[in-house]
């Protein structure tokens, strides 16, 4: 390789470091926020789950239509991924998880409702029939996003055109460990509230000490059961959404900042590599052209 291409390799390479830094840079103080917003969030939407909870048990519950478990194999699926790449695998685990949920399922029995462009994507290239496509670009986004989401959802699961509602997003867990998690919505079981309370509560830290929340053995709701919980489920439902989305943000950002910051060390490392390569050549090139100038001389004087 010649002297000129490794010294444009070598210029691209420290341009791309760069961008790499400037990108890790970005990442990492929206890593902060983000992280902030969703750990913040876990007291918060582990309460509202904890009425859930305690109302799932309950005949309330149980003899409501959201509550109640169908035989159809009908799903509608929700997928959370970003609209932007160079989160190392992030999008792909989220996308092998929701593709091992929908494994051996008719495409038409999938409604797939993708929040974040690559799982758009991802289905539409397959057939899927995308019933709402939102985009993931803004950090802050209000809850009545979510609420909407659930009130189509909720009436869909009540006039029958499916028979389950999960959801497939990554959950964060730290910097450098975030988890594709699927977790179940509609119908309503306590089993299913469990997995995802456990999810929220961390391993250890602050609120890793936190009590199992129980289901009482009675509950009385005035003035109607059936209202009280028909409005009730869905909000709630939609924290739990929402509190899914944060930690998916927190996930995507912190993936990106691990990636980038793994780009420019191998973009260092890379440029550290052909400078070593640079300069052997350069010294081979003036060893030759000593050599040959020794030679000519030598040549002269006999």
Request: charged share 25%; glycine share 6%; proline share 3%.
């Amino acid at each position: 390789m010649a002297l000129k291409d490794i010294k444009t390799k070598i210029q691209a390479t420290q341009r791309m470091n760069k961008v790499t830094r400037a990108m890790e840079a970005v990442s990492a103080v929206k890593m902060r926020k983000t992280q902030a917003a969703a750990l913040q969030g876990r007291a918060y939407a582990r309460g509202a789950l904890a009425i859930l909870t305690r109302l799932a048990g309950t005949n309330h519950v149980k003899e409501h239509p959201l509550g109640a478990e169908r035989s159809g194999d009908r799903l509608a699926l929700i997928v959370i991924t970003s609209d932007k790449g160079l989160a190392g695998a992030l999008n792909s685990g989220v996308l092998k998880k929701a593709a091992e949920v929908i494994e051996g399922r008719a495409v038409e029995d999938v409604t797939v409702y993708a929040y974040g462009r690559k799982a758009q994507e991802y289905f539409s290239r397959r057939g899927y029939r995308v019933a709402s496509a939102i985009e993931n670009k803004q950090d802050e986004i209000p809850l009545s996003v979510m609420e909407g989401l659930v009130s189509e959802l909720t009436h869909g699961f009540l006039a029958g055109e499916f028979d389950k509602v999960q959801a497939v997003y990554s959950n964060f867990k730290s910097t450098f460990e975030q988890v594709p998690t699927m977790r179940r919505l509609l119908p309503l079981s306590l089993p299913a509230l469990a997995e995802i309370v456990a999810g929220i509560i961390p391993a250890k830290g602050k609120w890793s000490d936190e009590e199992v929340i129980e289901a009482p053995a009675n509950y009385e709701v005035e003035s109607s059961g059936t209202d009280v919980i028909g409005i009730l489920i869905p909000k709630l439902v939609a924290v739990a959404l929402y509190h899914m989305l944060l930690e998916s943000k927190a996930s995507e950002h912190s993936a990106r900042m691990v990636a980038m910051k793994n780009a420019s060390d191998k973009s260092k490392e890379v440029v550290r590599d052909l400078t070593r390569k640079f300069n052997k050549v350069r010294q081979a090139a003036i060893t030759r052209e000593v050599s040959e100038i020794v030679s000519g001389r030598e040549a002269l004087s006999s």
